[in-house]
């Protein structure tokens, strides 16, 4: 006998999906029991956490990712992280404990009614078995579905009397399903987006987070060459698509209309590969083109391309399209003028005790961290900052939430650097924002994984600082957070920390806890920044 439970296991390994992250509850009890040896359970101490350490994991590996969430209660405490895994397109397979089906109708404590509509609009696609007979294949399809691009997180809420029950002939088809995506340029759109190209007179490329792989960042350095073109990084990207030490890169755009029309002016075609056209913010409202522009759109999620106010959209995959198109535009000879680092602010050099620039912090850290360092970013307000200072090289060097759902920093390092031990993750986060992940400390220590979290500490939420100021409403409650004591915190969960209120002390403890075997903590003091 075959139960669905050993089934779905099977079902799971065949697709590599053998780390499961979760917080269990008494509904997901019968499925994790007997676990296989070859499978991992990463335990988190709260849904939005694992949520955020599976989206930190998937986005690396570039694969699902699997989830098992506690009913409702557990599905809704994970809903904001899903936020920032919806936008950055991230491959997630959530599975939530329902309770015994006999009983959901009643709704008797930890039912999850109407399980399906729950995560709804956060996920490509939701459901609930019909029968227990359905749960493998249920899950199969999930896989699949979250996989296909537009990749992003589907949700399936079992029952879980259903574990427990035999599967038939059939399932033995679901392990051995591939399905796979095809959506390619035609010759004749080719052949449109090249003739445009060859004729303007200064075109500019914006690249997103759907270009970033080795393929696609070496296929976007290739088109800029052979264009001679600047590139800018799509606002608010969750990832980096182009090596910010290449001459052609000049930065990341504006999440505004008004602030992207400024830069992109006196460019006469905007190629935008890979992203939202686009994922405004601030509203700073103006002309969605300069004058004289036109804008042509690659994307591979359908939903982008229908609601972009302007432009021609091409719905295609990123990467066979990038490649195409990066071989077929004409040499023009000629480069990009090298982009030339901002200055350091004047006080750049201060007494032990003072705050620091954020501009110090980066470049200090981008002058000690491995050449192949992985960056992730949750600092909102010092993000011009960070994309101005420091050095990406290599694909799958950037993570940042990709819409702004704060937790998503501390939680994603870990799930990161869990898909990469080869390489050093190193996280950015901000005082306000470490408060909504601190317990994936808790998870480093436990699984001794040896990110470096960087607290940039300013007492106050920058970012909604800087909005205050904009919107005349610098009079509003809570917008600082002092009197948190991020050592002792990291501390109580066995996390090395110590507190660097020096460029000096920031040297030694960086340098320690960079080739530390285990997570390390060190809280900066910095000097409060506007991010417009």
């Not at 990712?65 to 994970?78: D, R, V």
């Not at 969750?238 to 029309?261: E, W």
């Amino acid at each position: 006998m075959t139960t669905v439970n050993d089934a779905t296991y099977q079902l799971l390994r065949k697709h590599g999906l053998t780390t499961i992250f979760g917080n269990p509850g008494s509904n997901e009890l019968p499925f994790l029991a007997a676990m296989p040896e070859d499978f991992r359970y990463v335990l988190g101490l709260h849904e939005g956490v694992v949520a955020g350490m599976a989206d930190g994991y998937a986005q690396a590996t570039r694969r699902p990712a699997m989830i098992n969430l506690h009913a409702a209660s557990g599905s809704g405490n994970a809903m904001g992280a899903l936020t920032n895994a919806w936008y950055s397109h991230t491959p997630l397979v959530i599975t939530a404990g329902q309770q015994v089906r006999a009983t959901i109708g009643q709704e008797v404590m930890l039912s999850n009614v109407d399980a399906a509509s729950l995560p709804r609009p956060l996920v490509k696609w939701s459901a609930e078995p019909a029968s227990p007979r359905d749960v493998v294949r249920t899950l199969g399809q999930a896989i699949h579905t979250a996989a296909l691009e537009p990749s992003g997180p589907v949700y399936v809420s079992i029952p879980y009397d259903d574990w427990a029950q035999e599967t038939g002939a059939e399932e033995a088809h679901l392990a051995a399903r591939t399905v796979e995506h095809a959506g390619e340029l035609s010759d004749g759109q080719l052949a449109d987006l090249v003739a445009a190209l060859d004729a303007a007179a200064n075109p500019v490329l914006v690249l997103g987070p759907d270009v970033d792989s080795a393929r696609g960042n070496a296929d976007a350095v290739t088109l800029a060459e052979r264009l001679g073109a600047p590139v800018w990084v799509a606002p608010s990207a969750p990832r980096c698509p182009f090596p910010t030490t290449h001459a052609a890169f000049r930065g990341v755009l504006p999440a505004s209309v008004d602030g992207i029309t400024r830069l992109l002016a006196g460019h006469d075609l905007i190629l935008v590969i890979g992203a939202p056209v686009f994922r405004y913010h601030q509203y700073e409202p103006g002309e969605y083109l300069p004058e004289g522009a036109s804008l042509l759109h690659i994307s591979c999620d359908p939903g982008e391309a229908a609601r972009a106010p302007m432009g021609r959209a091409v719905v295609a995959s990123i990467g066979p399209a990038l490649g195409r198109l990066a071989a077929a535009v004409a040499p023009r000879g000629g480069q990009a003028e090298p982009r030339v680092k901002p200055a350091l602010p004047a006080q750049a050099e201060q007494p032990a005790g003072s705050a620091l620039p954020p501009e110090a912090v980066f470049d200090l850290i981008n002058s000690l961290a491995p050449e192949d360092t992985i960056y992730v970013n949750e600092t909102t307000s010092t993000v011009g900052a960070f994309w101005d200072r420091m050095d990406m090289r290599h694909p799958g060097s950037y993570y940042f939430p990709a819409s702004g759902g704060l937790g998503f920093g501390m939680p994603a390092a870990v799930g990161v650097q869990l898909a990469e031990p080869g390489r050093r993750v190193v996280a950015f986060i901000g005082d306000g924002s470490a408060n909504y992940g601190i317990t994936a400390l808790w998870t480093a220590a436990q699984y001794g994984i040896p990110a470096v979290f960087v607290i940039l500490n300013n007492g106050t939420y920058g970012a909604l600082r800087g909005f205050a100021a904009k919107l005349n409403a610098l009079d509003a409650p809570g917008l600082d957070v002092p009197g948190i004591d991020f050592v002792a915190l990291a501390a109580g969960y066995g996390v090395d920390a110590e507190r660097a209120d020096s460029l000096e002390k920031l040297r030694d403890c960086f340098t320690k806890a960079i080739t530390s075997s285990g997570p390390s903590l060190i809280e900066v003091p910095i000097s409060t920044v506007s991010p417009f």
